[in-house]
């Protein structure tokens, strides 16, 4: 699945430097998982293996392998490679990088300009790349942690293939602490437990495990340590959350598809994640809300004042105790029995509302507050309901050029059972009163 480096002893020299530069690959041969990237049937493997590497953008988060494999392709290529950093770069540094990218093309080497956090460069430097990628100045690999869909511009993307890399899981994570107990000699003093423990920690990201195995090989501890000992002396490393990124998106859809699922167990621990991840409560109360609406609706009308009144209890309660009113409410959604009836009935009403916007409705329902009005026939023939026997005249109420549509079609679920029931009543009922 996922990361970086490099096997081969450093050199007592290199004591100094940080692990995770120790570590990096010389090959690409070295990096750890990306299979289904560099592999000869992913996209790069199959480029290379061609000699045809195009621009790319590759997509991951932190700690995968994005500069290490931007470098090892420059290498694989017989290209300069260059990197910046669209947080610190602007126009001018972007300007002397393409200048210098043609002066190298003059004299026959190709340029390989590794632009990380791409998605940081507003549209009209992200434009400013394309010329000097469609001429071959530079071959272009940037690097981001979000959707390119959404961040980067399609003029960008049409020209760059995107090459989207995997966190790092606990096999891959536990093969580079392998080889960073190589590369320094020694094993860690931590047990079993307190090994995955470690893992854990780093929560799929290689430079944070190494980081933290710099900690614990910097304390010199002469006897091992259990998971508990690890806790109190290491912090657990903070949930990757962007409560504007990708991971809000991607977050809230989990939990929106485990309640629909009805899977009380997925739709809690999605919600548990969302708040580690710092998100606002309120904006899940919103969305839960909106969850009991569209997902549930009139299958059972009690879910929404269940939501509503959650969303109130945290209002009056605040973080953390009012988390769990909404815990409860996010659990009484996943059981409760599902429908889309009413959503999907109002969906259509609207579509039928704009082709039919004109038409007015029936004389028959037309208030006549004045003579001239009654002398058009306003409210002539207007059947009052609560005269008729069942309190059910059975008189149309559509436009009279329109054709009677069916929107609501309740299901044989919940509240709507009942419902259903109801409205094959009045289909009865206004079929004997027609005829």
């Given at each position: 699945m996922a990361d970086l480096f490099d096997t081969s002893p450093a050199p007592s020299s290199d004591a100094g430097r940080p692990l995770a530069d120790r570590l990096r690959p010389a090959k690409l041969g070295d990096v750890i998982g990306q299979e289904s990237v560099l592999g000869p049937d992913g996209p790069l493997g199959a480029m290379l293996a061609a000699g045809s590497l195009g621009s790319l953008i590759l997509w991951g988060p932190p700690g995968v392998g994005k500069t290490t494999i931007a470098r090892l392709l420059a290498d694989e290529t017989d290209r300069h490679f260059v990197q910046i950093s669209a947080i610190f770069s602007g126009v001018a540094e972007l300007r002397q990088v393409f200048e210098a990218a043609k002066l190298r093309r003059a004299n026959g080497q190709g340029t390989l300009l590794f632009v990380d956090e791409i998605h940081r460069f507003n549209?009209?430097?992200?434009?400013?790349?394309?010329?000097?990628?469609?001429?071959?100045?530079?071959?272009?690999?940037?690097?981001?942690?979000?959707?390119?869909?959404?961040?980067?511009?399609?003029?960008?993307?049409?020209?760059?293939?995107?090459?989207?890399?995997?966190?790092?899981?606990?096999?891959?994570?536990?093969?580079?602490?392998?080889?960073?107990?190589?590369?320094?000699?020694?094993?860690?003093?931590?047990?079993?437990?307190?090994?995955?423990?470690?893992?854990?920690?780093?929560?799929?990201?290689?430079?944070?495990?190494?980081?933290?195995?710099?900690?614990?090989?910097?304390?010199?501890?002469g006897e091992k340590l259990d998971r508990d000992g690890l806790a109190a002396k290491l912090a657990r490393r903070a949930a990757q959350y962007d409560k504007s990124g990708d991971a809000h998106y991607n977050l809230i859809s989990a939990l929106h598809k485990s309640v629909r699922?009805?899977?009380?167990?997925?739709?809690?621990?999605?919600?548990?994640?969302?708040?580690?991840?710092?998100?606002?409560?309120?904006?899940?109360?919103?969305?839960?809300?909106?969850?009991?609406?569209?997902?549930?609706?009139?299958?059972?009308?009690?879910?929404?004042?269940?939501?509503?009144?959650?969303?109130?209890?945290?209002?009056?309660?605040g973080s953390p105790e009012g988390e769990?009113?909404?815990?409860?409410?996010?659990?009484?959604?996943?059981?409760?029995?599902?429908?889309?009836?009413?959503?999907?009935?109002?969906?259509?009403?609207?579509?039928?509302?704009?082709a039919t916007g004109s038409e007015p409705p029936p004389k028959h329902i037309l208030n006549a507050p004045?003579?001239?009005?009654?002398?058009?026939?306003?409210?002539?023939?207007?059947?009052?309901?609560?005269?008729?026997?069942?309190?059910?005249?059975g008189a149309e109420y559509f436009p009279e050029k329109m054709k009677r549509p069916v929107f609501y079609q309740p299901v044989e679920r919940g509240f709507e059972r009942e419902l259903k029931r109801r409205l094959d009543y009045f289909v009865k009922l206004r079929a004997k009163r027609n005829s």
């Amino acid at each position: 699945m996922a990361d970086l480096f490099d096997t081969s002893p450093a050199p007592s020299s290199d004591a100094g430097r940080p692990l995770a530069d120790r570590l990096r690959p010389a090959k690409l041969g070295d990096v750890i998982g990306q299979e289904s990237v560099l592999g000869p049937d992913g996209p790069l493997g199959a480029m290379l293996a061609a000699g045809s590497l195009g621009s790319l953008i590759l997509w991951g988060p932190p700690g995968v392998g994005k500069t290490t494999i931007a470098r090892l392709l420059a290498d694989e290529t017989d290209r300069h490679f260059v990197q910046i950093s669209a947080i610190f770069s602007g126009v001018a540094e972007l300007r002397q990088v393409f200048e210098a990218a043609k002066l190298r093309r003059a004299n026959g080497q190709g340029t390989l300009l590794f632009v990380d956090e791409i998605h940081r460069f507003n549209k009209a430097q992200q434009d400013g790349f394309l010329p000097h990628m469609e001429d071959g100045t530079i071959l272009l690999v940037g690097a981001t942690t979000e959707n390119p869909s959404f961040e980067l511009n399609a003029a960008l993307l049409s020209r760059a293939q995107v090459a989207v890399l995997e966190r790092l899981g606990p096999v891959e994570l536990e093969l580079l602490l392998q080889r960073a107990e190589g590369e320094l000699g020694q094993a860690l003093p931590l047990d079993g437990p307190a090994r995955d423990a470690l893992i854990e920690m780093a929560d799929g990201d290689g430079r944070a495990l190494l980081n933290l195995v710099e900690q614990v090989v910097a304390w010199k501890l002469g006897e091992k340590l259990d998971r508990d000992g690890l806790a109190a002396k290491l912090a657990r490393r903070a949930a990757q959350y962007d409560k504007s990124g990708d991971a809000h998106y991607n977050l809230i859809s989990a939990l929106h598809k485990s309640v629909r699922g009805s899977d009380p167990d997925a739709s809690l621990y999605w919600f548990a994640r969302m708040l580690e991840g710092g998100e606002d409560p309120r904006f899940l109360a919103r969305r839960i809300t909106r969850m009991s609406v569209e997902d549930i609706g009139l299958a059972d009308p009690q879910a929404q004042a269940v939501c509503l009144q959650a969303w109130e209890t945290y209002e009056r309660l605040g973080s953390p105790e009012g988390e769990l009113a909404l815990a409860q409410a996010v659990t009484y959604l996943a059981l409760a029995p599902k429908s889309n009836a009413g959503y999907v009935a109002y969906k259509a009403a609207r579509s039928s509302a704009k082709a039919t916007g004109s038409e007015p409705p029936p004389k028959h329902i037309l208030n006549a507050p004045t003579k001239l009005m009654k002398d058009q026939g306003y409210g002539e023939g207007y059947a009052y309901d609560h005269d008729a026997e069942d309190a059910f005249s059975g008189a149309e109420y559509f436009p009279e050029k329109m054709k009677r549509p069916v929107f609501y079609q309740p299901v044989e679920r919940g509240f709507e059972r009942e419902l259903k029931r109801r409205l094959d009543y009045f289909v009865k009922l206004r079929a004997k009163r027609n005829s």
